[in-house]
RNA sequence: GCCGCCUUAGCUCAGUUGGUUAGAGCACUGGUUUGUGGAACCAGGGGUCCCCCGUUCAAGCCGGGGAGGCGGUA
């Protein structure tokens, strides 16, 4: 009989907690991050070095596999899994944040998006229905309701409709999304940053009932101090025994405090695209590896790090094989930044386990604000 | 020696029939990236337009002289 998705919780700590999501294809650790493989890769990664830096879960997109290779071929060559050398979990992207991303590619009706092609102008409808359905060609074991993403500021009118139509999308993507045993389909919560709109949002998902839910439409121009504001209420709208799923998110200190507000996992691009363009994060911060002051340094980008790129190589290298566009720069930073982040997972795992996640912050920050080690 | 071509930013080069504060790419100095259209993007610093003289209201551009460089030829 094949296992079940379930998310069990272990441990909280303030409104942090800590848990483990059940799949056919192994556990995830909560509070977790997924490394972002929009098509079919973490770029700069080979997937056993994803999985040496700690990561459970990785996302996919169904946009961009769509257009390429397309989900019939993928399908046809047995599945997504297999396809990109990945045999743990996956979630999919439903396209929705393309509604927002590509905006200017688009169409948009109750029906669902009309996108064109930014490779060839070919038209792909993407529909709640069609989502679901390339999702499970994809062989993904998380699969993210179709909605809509609107990029924030926006009147509250705007974003009222938009997650009023997301909500009728949720259902729809319920619908077709049937009895999949194994695996899992998450709702998304919309709303802006507008308690009631929230509210109402919750409210609708928790009664077409999900496996886990997201708070989507967040880190889209509305700044920390915002978001954390909607994150001061949001996940408390949403049922204590799923995960919690905080689309999009983030650096690393956006990511600790939404922990704090009880968020069980994220995703983000920031640390694969940061390591390609040669911007580091560290315990004591961002690190520019393209600023001069790195020339002649021989010391390690962060000498607390036993990643591969902190391990064996200097600042100065790391300086050198940027400048010198060496591919090698990308993946020793991709590679660092994932491996911190899922550091950092780890640490708040632990604390928050020990009853000592609010020392874990205190600590965080301090470090932080130590600023990066001065030059040599 | 003679003939031809060339000399504009650190480098490689654009610069209309003379007309505002002389441009580009790369390099340099920084910054930004949040459900990836991104090994991307943005900003900034930097120039006795080889030198001198002339013509002109006005010269990177036209004329003369000189200095470097490249090529050809004795």
Redesign the pocket.
């Known amino acids: 009989m094949t296992q079940k998705f379930s998310y069990s919780l272990n441990a909280t700590d303030g409104r942090a907690r800590t848990g483990v999501i059940s799949t056919p294809r192994g556990e995830i650790r909560t509070p977790a991050f997924m490394p ?4 079919a890769t ?2 700069a990664m080979m997937p056993e070095s994803v999985r040496a830096t700690g990561a459970d879960v990785l ?1 996919g ?1 169904t ?2 596999l769509m257009l390429r290779p397309t989900a019939e071929r993928v399908d046809a060559l047995g599945g997504l899994h297999k396809f990109m050398n990945w045999d743990r979990p996956i979630l999919t ?2 396209g ?3 509604v ?3 905006s ?2 688009r169409k948009l009706t109750e029906e669902g998006v009309t996108f064109k092609s ?1 490779f060839d102008g070919s038209k792909h409808h993407l529909t709640p229905e069609r989502s679901m359905d390339i999702q499970k060609l994809l062989g993904s074991d998380i699969v ?2 179709f ?1 809509e ?1 609107p990029a924030l500021p926006a009147s509250e009118e705007d974003v009222r409709k938009s997650m009023e139509m997301s909500m009728r999308w949720a259902q729809r993507s319920r619908d077709a999304f049937g009895d999949r045993p194994g695996h899992a389909l998450f709702g ?1 919560q919309q709303g802006g940053v507008t308690e009631e709109l929230r509210g109402i949002s919750a409210e609708k998902l928790r009664e077409i009932e999900f496996d886990g839910y ?1 708070i ?2 967040l ?2 121009g509305e700044g ?1 101090e915002a978001m954390f504001g909607v994150l001061e209420y949001a996940p408390n709208m949403l049922p204590l025994d799923k995960p919690r799923y905080l ?5 690393p200190d ?1 990511i600790v405090g939404a922990v704090a507000r009880g968020v069980d996992m994220m ?4 640390p ?3 390591g ?4 580091a994060w560290t315990r004591r911060g ?1 690190v ?1 590896l ?4 790195h ?1 002649d340094d021989p010391r390690p980008l962060d000498e607390g790090c036993s990643c591969p790129a902190c391990s064996n190589y200097s600042r100065a290298y790391l300086h050198h094989v940027y ?1 010198s ?1 060496e ?1 090698i720069s ?1 993946m020793l930073l991709t590679w660092h930044n994932l491996h911190y982040y899922q550091d950092l997972m780890q640490g708040m795992r632990d604390a928050i386990e020990a009853g000592q996640f609010e020392a874990f912050q205190a600590e965080f920050h301090a470090t932080r604000a130590m600023g990066d080690i001065e030059p040599v």
């Not at 689309?247 to 650096?251: A, E, R, S």
């Not at 393209?290 to 002051?293: F, L």
Request: with cysteine; net charge positive; proline share 0%.
């Open positions: 972002v493989g929009t098509a973490v770029k996302l997109n946009y961009h992207d439903s929705g944040f393309q927002m991303s590509l200017s590619l930014h993210m309701c909605d993403c998304i997201a989507g439409g880190a889209v920390q689309m999009g998110v983030g650096k956006d995703d983000c691009v920031l694969s695209r940061s390609r363009n040669g911007q961002q520019n393209k600023n001069a002051r020339a400048r566009h591919m990308g």
